[in-house]
């Protein structure tokens, strides 16, 4: 549907948001799955669960504009799961994985408090002062839930996933060197075994 005036740009985005919602709701459970920390999975469950309520803030609205909510697919959101579902397949190791965790869910929520701060604003301009409140409590909470995977991320989760990647440069460090040495003695027992060769005589 074109939309030709602020209000069908308005239904237009809503629907778009409701597809959203609907696609993260799908997403959520694998992501709190895959996740091992145990914080972090608490922090998605939670937010799971909100997401519940922002379907059903937008069904609200949609009652009230006398719409059906469905009828659109959101591709940008597609997109924003698509890549933290290819992480969870890479199957890094757990604290790493937990750090990609954080970074999709951002990208979700950043996705998300930009939609839902413009339909609010509409909202408020088309005077659906109803509209406005429902969308508000949604944006607080998708701000709150970005806060939270920041915390999870800058006190514990980030440093865990450094330490791991130091003990894996450790790991590798130390297998180059032992085929460096490995290396050398093939090389050292050539060497000792071609002089023992007996030398040819005139």
């Known amino acids: 549907m074109a939309a030709h005036t602020l209000s069908d740009l308005y239904v237009e985005e809503l629907r778009d948001l409701y597809n959203a ?3 993260i709701l799908k997403a959520l459970p694998k992501m709190i799955k ?12 939670s937010h799971r669960q909100e997401t519940e309520g922002h379907v059903s803030r937008l069904e609200q609205i949609f009652e009230y504009l006398g719409k059906n909510a469905k009828g659109k697919t959101c591709h940008g959101m597609e997109g924003v799961l698509s890549e933290g579902a290819e992480l969870i397949e890479e199957d890094p190791e757990p ?20 939609a839902y701060g413009s ?35 800058t ?9 791991d990647t130091e003990v894996d440069r450790e790991r590798a460090s130390n297998a180059d060197r032992s085929e ?16 023992k ?4 005589t005139a």
């Open 95 to 114: 604290q790493v994985l937990d750090a990609g965790i954080i970074a999709a869910a951002q990208r979700v929520e950043h996705y998300e408090i930009a």
């Open 155 to 163: 006190e514990s989760i980030n440093e865990e996933a450094a330490q």
């Open 21 to 23: 919602e609907r696609q």
């Open 34 to 45: 895959a996740a091992s920390h145990d914080d972090l999975k608490e922090a998605l469950e």
């Open 180 to 195: 460096r040495r490995s290396t050398s003695t093939r090389t050292t027992t050539r060497r000792s075994t071609s002089d």
């Open 197 to 200: 060769r007996p030398r040819p």
């Open 119 to 153: 339909v609010r604003t509409w909202a408020d301009q088309l005077g659906f002062n109803d509209h406005v409140e429902l969308l508000e409590q949604t944006l607080g909470e998708e701000k709150a839930a970005d806060e939270k995977l920041t915390e999870l991320a």
